[in-house]
């Protein structure tokens, strides 16, 4: 009956799918210069440039500034009183992997096993899912993808947004593996996992942590020979994270959580990231320290306890950019992807202030993702992934993106929800 | 003691006339704990095998303190009994002939207590764990003509499944009880209650009333049967059974033989018990009792000292459990990180509450229930005495109340001639810390609790010992407490020995020098006279010992003072980290010089004084004065109407759906309210300040829903919006299909859309035909609430998501002639705006929510903007505690999502949604006249940079930034105050428990069990199935 059922889900969303944007074309690589001009330029590094210039060719951004020469007889858009800014970049999100939460079969993203080193997001993302132009339309640009499931998930790797295949859309592959820590609290839900289990809950959980670390330095003595008679995929999958062309993200909120995922870095000296972060504020200090990076939840959350202030959540990325931890701001889900300027936004007006904000989702972001050679800020040199709004993005009510540039390719803004937006338009003669 | 392994029958030991002195000094009486059942005289219809032996078991009790009842203490007194009977009680009364004296020089006696919930004897089967993958159960697995719900087992009889546990019963008289309600605890009716001693006799001796009382909880209990679902259901369960069973009265043949119902009529004459196990669960249960007539007893769950004056206004009299949460372990302050101040106040405040009951003049009695150990119980009542409970209320409590209330005081309660002999003989007064409960007489049956003690013992004795090497004297001296004497052989250097005293053996053990390594040790009978009897000596040779008493001891006075906890924390209302000391007053409020949103048609008024009076907005103008008024400066600020949350799920108690059945509209909302939910302090720090409460989306005809007012500190009444049209909640789609709830979820009809339909066509067609019907039908609260909507006097918000289901609803509702007032969710409202329009139907939706199932495929964040375009008016609301902080941004989204102006988009959260629930004329926009809800932004409110700083409902300031950063430091403050107190409390020893995250419930539309934490700190919530 279910698969029945399924069957006759899936023939309607293939219906609809046939409506949306099967004519929404990746775009095709940059021929022409292109210079903007009178702009309000955001770096993504703090800087804002009123009147800015910023021009780009091959892809690569070659000039920005506050008078940078335009060039004759080249394409020019004059942008006066709107902003540019670097594409903003989605830290940590299953897009591609998912298509509709509630349906199985098109869930991609949570794999069996426990230990899934050489597990790769990059082979199931898929760059016709009719979300990744919502995203585009409000200024997302790139997205790295995160596999899930079990303890050691996989990798994750960088896509950009606008692309044929996962090929195209790679890039940075595999850029990390993704540790999901159990919670180290005993819970108080009477139903849930562990329920009543006292301390039996703690130390299962760090009977599995142990389990990974032995792993890790089973991985390390493997590595360390260089000839095996039974190669072993999981510990070859691990190398670059030995050589730190890999980072570890460590999904984790608590104290207790994070400060296990610092030792990590301490005892294999991986490059360690923790995803969520929700009390990272009360160890900022520590994580600063340690040189420890946080990509942080989003801060449209509840407050964890009845007791903590009402706004914490808008406030954490303020307090981590205050103790000097290297920070970005996430957001949960695919869909919901949209909103990360918006959690960026709230923020800034918690204590982040604007550009500190923006940096969250540009910047700090690439720096994070291993990617801030290439991208996360408008620099001469860097990628050509560029956002025009008319007004202030980081708010919903200015936030209006009128061009959009990958990698010099201006791409289209169009998506499914518009042209259904489109249909009913034109059914009740609206113009 | 063991029943069964009494050394020796009292009577038999002992002279009718006079008891010897077993021991010198006099009267010591050395008896063991006795279980002997048959010293009470035989039942006269049981034959018995061998020689007979009648008994008349009298005794009496000279020179007792004598305490009748909690008002009359006798002093030297005599208590006469005779076949389990009080025959006197007075100074000086004559003591019969055939009497077994015992002299209680220095000794108090009381009522034995009295618990009135118990369970004693009576067991249950245990709770079926719950299987959450089986199908369905829609009625009742009892076998036989029983109610059509489990739950309802108005037929059961403790008596008739009471069968005396001995153990149980040792248990329960070392607590000091002598006589217990008994009742099968299982089922939200649970049938009649039995009243029982707690003698170790035969059951047809000790039942004292078989149908004492008539039981009821909210707690389903054994039932696997899938109704009710949650605590509104368990509510109209109740309201619906007794309907019925003043329906069965005028015995209906449709109804067939209901022994459920028939037995619930024959208990309302019966005392009606109320577990409750909760502060506001007590007032739903009175509001059931006031609504049919019955004034419940209420059994408490210990935090109803939060709520005192709601509490006495119940009238009710209340079955306190003394249960003290031990200390939380806070060592760790990382474990701790989650235990909340309003569990940790719990436990400091918990040992007032009989006190506080005391003071406030509502009457209670104690119970040893929800104790894990019955031991603790004594210690417990003395802790409750510190905090506060006269001693005098205590044995009132114990005694004469719940005799009262069963209306057995005829037969227990108090020491009275012809009473039962249920009494305590103890050391001193019954409460002081160091009083040892000697024995507790049931029927007139001794049972030793304590032996050591009874006698004091305590002096100076002259020990002699005989052996080969000749005759030493020794001095020793007994000191100490009178239970365990300390043994110290008193010589130049003093020695301390060891001394046990156990039934009338006696053990001496000491060094002959001080720190020799050497002991003599000595073994013999404490008989009347002297002490004597065998040992050996420090060399192992034999000897003979007599020990002779020479003179008394003269204890030390008990220096200790009754303690009087010092520094308690405040009640908070509510009862949380957020809480008022005070509850905040109305006041007269003149913002001045703000920017203000109307959401009228003169959208921004500039530079504008708002004057809010009475509760009211009372004038709106320039240069605005009032004197008394408090002036606040709105000087680059923006002033709207408080935000309205069309579909909300906060501020609900256990479940939000009652999705057992696919017509519940029965059951309400207005039942469950919670007062206490943090996410009504976060929303108002969002600006709302009404929220819609709904019922789920589970099945297709949900629950009756309650508009609030978000008046933190405010009781469930109090929070009601007053005099709204009622609504309901409707759902269509893949959750009342039950397409994502897992393969076993196949039964319920239906599981098509076109089930969907047919639902309905069927509810509405019986609401009609109920509707015809003449006098004497069975009244049918489900039915009642859907004539209402026939006669357009309910109002339907129905959930729905595509095209088909919505043209459906519209067509069936044309069809009985009414109007679907409100479609929410309504992601696909923007195919059919159209056709809503023409039907007059509104929307509530969300602004940009897509993609988490099949049904929102085709959800575009244009759908709000088409349908305001089509004429429609269009809500934007949460169904989320988290987004509906934010809802102004949510707003703003229809901004950007199709260009909606900012005046109009601002409608969206505030006018629009007060025109769906029918109060736009009261409240949703500034305007004179409205009430005075209002929220004072520090920026544009559609902007993300906006912060509610002052909201304000019936001109009340419930949110103050300001203020919200002094209570936080208090939370701090207070928090570490009470971390400081556990962390002594266990250095002195006292037992302690872990410190587990606080719950914070909050729910969707379809959650179906218990709601879920914040996510991170939830398990895996039970049969959760996305938005």
């Not at chain 2, 003698?199 to 004492?212: D, M």
């Not at chain 2, 007064?429 to 609790?449: A, M, S």
């Not at chain 2, 556990?982 to 419930?1001: I, S």
Request: with cysteine; charged share 20%; proline share 4%.
């Amino acid at each position: 009956m279910k698969k029945i059922f399924l069957a006759i889900s899936f023939l309607l969303a293939g219906y609809n799918m046939v409506l949306a944007q099967e004519t929404v074309y990746p775009a095709p690589a940059q021929t022409s210069v292109i210079f903007l001009k009178n702009a309000t330029l955001h770096l993504g590094n703090g800087t804002v440039i009123e009147n800015g210039v910023i021009g780009f060719s091959q892809g690569k951004i070659i000039a920005v500034g506050a008078n940078a020469p335009i060039p004759a007889a080249i394409k020019v858009y004059d942008l006066q009183g709107q902003h540019v800014y670097p594409g903003i970049i989605a830290p940590n999100t299953n897009l591609g992997l998912v298509e509709v939460e509630a349906v199985r079969a098109t869930d991609d993203a949570t794999e069996v096993g426990e230990l899934n080193p050489s597990v790769r997001a990059i082979v199931s993302y898929n760059t016709d899912s009719k979300v990744i132009n919502t995203l585009r339309v409000n200024g997302i640009l790139l997205a790295n993808i995160v596999p899930e499931g079990g303890l050691l998930s996989g990798s994750s790797s960088v896509v950009q947004l606008d692309g044929w295949n996962w090929e195209d859309a790679a890039y940075k592959t595999d850029n990390g593996l993704h540790v999901y820590l159990p919670r180290l609290l005993v819970r108080s839900n009477p139903f849930g996992p562990g329920a009543g289990l006292g301390n039996d809950v703690i130390k299962s959980s760090l009977d599995r942590i142990e389990k990974l670390k032995v792993f890790f330095r089973e991985a390390k003595a493997y590595l360390a020979e260089p000839k095996h008679t039974a190669t072993n995929l999981k510990f070859e999958s691990t190398r670059r994270l030995f050589s730190k062309d890999e980072k570890l993200f460590i999904h984790c909120e608590l104290v207790k959580e994070m400060l296990i995922a610092t030792q990590f870095a301490d005892e294999f000296g991986f490059d360690v990231v923790i995803v969520g972060g929700t009390d990272a504020w009360q160890i900022a200090d520590i994580l600063h320290q340690k040189n420890i990076a946080v990509i942080v939840n989003q801060p449209h959350s509840l407050p964890l306890s009845q007791d903590d202030d009402v706004d914490q959540p808008y406030k954490t990325p303020a307090q981590l950019q205050k103790a000097g931890v290297l920070f970005c701001i996430g957001n949960e889900g695919f869909w919901q992807q949209r909103n990360l300027m918006f959690n960026a936004g709230t923020a800034a007006a918690y204590g982040l202030g604007k550009e500190e904000a923006l940096r969250a989702i540009t910047l700090n972001a690439a720096k994070i993702l291993g990617i801030d050679k290439v991208t996360g800020s408008l620099e001469v040199g860097k990628d050509a992934n560029i956002v025009v709004s008319t007004g202030d993005i980081l708010d919903m009510r200015t936030n209006n993106i009128t061009q959009a540039f990958i990698q010099g390719r201006e791409i289209s803004l169009d998506n499914k929800q518009k042209q259904l937006y489109e249909r009913y338009k034109y059914k009740y003669g609206i113009k | 003691m063991k029943n069964g392994l009494s050394l020796f029958n009292p009577a038999g030991r002992i002279s009718r006339r006079r008891m010897p002195a077993l021991l010198w000094p006099g009267g010591f009486c050395v008896l063991a704990g006795l279980l002997w059942p048959s010293v009470m005289q035989a039942q006269q219809t049981f034959p018995v095998n061998g020689v007979a032996d009648p008994r008349i078991n009298c005794y009496a009790f000279t020179h007792a303190t004598l305490v009748k009842d909690p008002q009359t203490t006798l002093a030297n007194a005599t208590l006469v009994i005779r076949e389990g009977r009080i025959v006197t009680a007075a100074p000086g009364a004559a003591v019969p002939l055939d009497a077994v004296v015992i002299d209680c020089k220095g000794k108090y006696i009381y009522p034995s207590f009295i618990d009135l919930y118990s369970d004693y004897g009576v067991t249950v089967a245990p709770r079926a764990g719950r299987n959450y993958g089986a199908g369905p159960q829609f009625i009742s697995s009892t076998k036989g003509a029983y109610n059509w719900n489990q739950a309802i087992r108005a037929e059961v009889n403790a008596s008739a499944l009471f069968a005396a546990d001995f153990g149980k019963a040792a248990t329960l008289r070392e607590a000091g009880f002598g006589t217990v309600l008994t009742h099968a605890q299982d089922g939200i009716a649970r049938g009649s209650g039995a009243v029982v001693t707690l003698a170790a006799e035969r059951e047809n001796k000790v039942l004292l009333k078989a149908r004492a009382s008539a039981h009821y909880t909210f707690n389903k209990g054994s039932s696997t049967q899938d109704y009710p679902g949650s605590l509104m259901g368990c509510i109209a369960l109740l309201r619906q059974t007794y309907l019925d069973a003043q329906w069965y009265k005028s015995q209906p043949a449709r109804e067939g033989q209901n022994l459920s119902l028939q037995a619930w009529n024959e208990n309302q004459s019966l005392p009606q018990i109320f577990e409750a196990a909760d502060k506001w669960n007590v007032l739903r249960a009175d509001k059931i009792g006031d609504e049919f007539g019955v004034q419940y007893i209420f059994k408490a769950g210990g935090n109803e000292y939060q709520r005192l004056p709601e509490m006495a206004a119940t009238k009710g009299t209340f079955i306190l459990p003394v249960n003290f949460p031990a200390a939380y372990d806070v060592e760790d302050p990382n474990d701790a990180r989650f235990l909340a101040l309003s569990d940790m106040k719990h436990w400091e405040l918990a040992p007032t509450e009989p006190g506080a009951f005391e003071k406030a003049g509502i009457p209670f009695c104690l119970t040893a229930a929800d104790l894990k150990d019955v031991k603790s119980f004594l210690a417990n009542v003395r802790k409750a005495i510190d905090y506060g409970l006269t001693p005098e209320k205590a044995l009132e409590a114990l005694t004469r109340v719940p005799a009262s209330l069963l209306k057995i005081s005829d037969q227990v309660g108090t020491l009275e001639p012809g009473k039962l002999a249920n009494f305590l003989v103890t050391s001193g007064p019954l409460f002081n810390e160091n009083t040892v409960l000697y024995q507790n007489w049931v029927q007139g049956i001794r049972y030793v609790l304590k032996n050591e003690g009874w006698q004091d013992i305590r002096g100076t004795y002259t020990l002699s010992v005989n052996g080969p090497q000749g005759n030493s004297q020794y001095t020793l001296l007994l000191k100490g407490s009178a239970n365990t004497p300390a043994l110290v052989v008193l010589q130049q250097d003093s020695i301390a020995g060891t001394f046990n005293i156990e039934d009338q053996f006696v053990k001496i053990a000491f060094p002959l020098t001080k720190n020799g390594s050497r002991t003599l040790r000595l073994s013999g009978l404490a008989g009347a006279g002297s002490w004597n009897g065998t040992g050996l000596d420090t060399s192992g040779n034999p000897v003979k010992w007599t020990s002779t008493y020479a003179n008394g001891y003269t204890p030390t006075a008990d220096s200790s003072k009754k303690k009087v906890p010092a520094d308690l924390g405040k009640i908070y209302y509510p009862f949380l980290g957020d809480g008022f000391e005070t509850k905040p007053k109305q006041q007269d409020i003149l913002i001045k010089n703000a920017t203000v949103w109307t959401s009228e048609s003169e959208s921004v008024l500039p530079n504008t004084d708002v004057l809010l009076r009475g509760g009211k907005i009372a004038q709106i103008g320039k240069n605005l004065a009032a004197a008394n008024a408090r002036v606040i400066d709105g000087t680059g600020k923006y002033l709207t109407a408080g935000i309205i949350d069309e579909h909300s799920h906060i501020a609900i108690s256990s479940g939000v759906n009652e999705g057992s059945q696919s017509v519940t509209s029965e059951v309400r909302i207005a039942d469950v309210i919670n007062p206490e939910d943090i996410n009504i302090y976060r929303q108002l720090s969002g600006g709302v300040t009404t929220s819609h409460l709904l019922h789920g989306s589970a099945n297709t005809i949900g629950g009756q829903s309650q508009l609030v007012k978000l008046r933190w500190g405010a009781n469930a009444e109090e929070m009601k919006f007053t005099n709204w049209d009622p609504f309901i909640k409707f759902a269509l789609g893949e959750n009342v299909k039950q397409s994502n709830w897992g393969d076993r979820q196949r039964e319920r009809f239906p599981q098509t859309r076109m089930g969907v339909e047919q639902v309905l066509y069927d509810a509405f067609t019986r609401a009609h035909d109920y509707d015809q019907e003449g006098p004497g039908k069975r009244r049918d609260l489900e039915l009642d609430a859907l004539v209402e909507i026939l006669h357009h006097k309910r109002f339907i918000t129905c959930h729905s998501y595509v095209q088909s289901e919505i043209n459906m609803l519209m067509h069936t509702a044309d069809h009985f002639g009414f109007t679907i007032n409100t479609f929410t969710h309504i992601l696909e409202g923007y195919k059919v705006a159209d056709k809503m329009k023409a039907h007059g139907a509104g929307a509530g939706t969300f602004a940009d929510w897509w993609a988490y199932k099949m049904e929102v495929l085709d959800a575009i964040p244009y759908n709000a903007m088409l349908m305001q375009q089509e004429g429609l008016t269009v809500a934007i609301n949460s169904d989320d505690a988290e987004m509906a902080r934010r809802l102004n941004q949510e707003a703003a989204k229809t901004v950007k999502y199709g260009g909606n102006t900012e005046a109009d988009a601002w409608k969206m959260v505030t006018i629009n949604p007060a025109k769906l629930l029918h109060i736009a004329d009261r409240v949703g926009s500034i305007k004179t006249g409205k009430d005075a809800d209002v929220v004072l932004w520090s920026d544009n409110p559609l902007s993300i940079y906006a912060k509610a700083e002052k909201t304000i409902v019936d001109g009340i300031v419930y949110f103050d930034r300001d203020l919200d950063t002094q209570m936080h430091q208090r939370i701090t403050a207070e928090k570490n105050r009470l971390v400081q107190k556990m962390l002594a409390e266990k250095k002195k020893g006292g037992g302690t428990q872990k410190a587990v995250p606080t719950r914070d419930d909050h729910y969707h539309c379809e959650d179906l069990q218990g709601g879920h934490q914040n996510d991170l700190l939830d398990g895996d919530a039970v049969a959760e199935a996305g938005q």
